[in-house]
């Protein structure tokens, strides 16, 4: 069965999938896009209204020690399985006594750090782009990153937001701090991309939050 060509100017809020533009359901994922568009908008009322909160200092440096620990923890996992993998290959190659020695073993260093660098910049930037808009340690403390209109963030956004870090490292980490010093309680990434990070508006806090965004759904 051929797959519906994405066309029009009606966007899905749950899959981003461009639809005809009086489609009443989607075509992609079936979902009520009438029922989606004003939860959207309701949601958006919420954020409009309410005095929006801006996320100090110590709520931020909570939730990144929660994503220090689960991205530690899937990587570790990553490369232990990776490991598990290459023993066994030696094993049943024969080979495993030249698999263990320093040169296989430096023959795999490249990848783990390519792992290390890109396992957060994927963890980051796929769930800040999100419908949560926000990380597992961002959602714990309740807080969520949005652009300057308070707009869930594509992911080239989140990717520019994530690799902007760098700058604040190479500035002995003033960057970070920054975020208790400034108005709206930016770091220096923040500044960079455009971005906010803000309390999730009451609206959002339920079992089954709707995100701000134009492009967002009920997940």
């Known amino acids: 069965m051929a797959k519906p060509k994405e066309v029009g100017t009606v966007f899905c809020p749950k899959c981003a999938k461009g639809n005809d533009d009086e489609a009443k359901f989607c075509q992609w994922c079936g979902a009520n896009l009438q029922d989606l568009v004003i939860e959207i908008k309701l949601q958006e009322a919420a954020i409009t209204v309410e005095q929006v909160e801006y996320a100090g200092f110590w709520k931020r440096a909570g939730a990144f020690m929660i994503d220090v620990i689960v991205i530690s923890v899937g990587s570790v996992a990553i490369i232990g399985f990776i490991a598990f993998l290459f023993a066994m290959y030696g094993i ?6 030249q698999s263990q ?3 296989g073993l430096m023959a795999w260093l490249p990848f783990v750090q390519l792992l290390l660098l890109l396992l957060p910049w994927f963890y980051y930037t796929t769930l800040e ?4 808009q926000a990380t597992l340690g961002k959602m714990a403390f309740g807080i969520m990153v949005t652009d300057l209109s308070r707009k869930r963030i594509s992911f080239g956004r989140a990717s520019g937001r994530h690799f902007g870090k760098l700058v604040s490292i190479l500035i002995a980490y003033i960057g970070f701090f920054m975020a208790g010093l400034t108005e ?3 770091a ?4 960079i991309a455009g971005c906010l990070v803000i309390r999730k508006p009451r609206a959002a ?5 709707v995100s701000g965004a134009p492009d967002s759904h009920k997940t």
């Open 92 to 97: 049943f190659t024969g080979t495993a006594r």
């Open 101 to 103: 020695s320093s040169g």
């Open 129 to 132: 782009s999100s419908a949560k």
């Open 184 to 186: 709206k309680k930016q």
């Open 188 to 191: 220096l990434h923040d500044i």
């Open 205 to 209: 806090l339920g079992p089954d939050p």
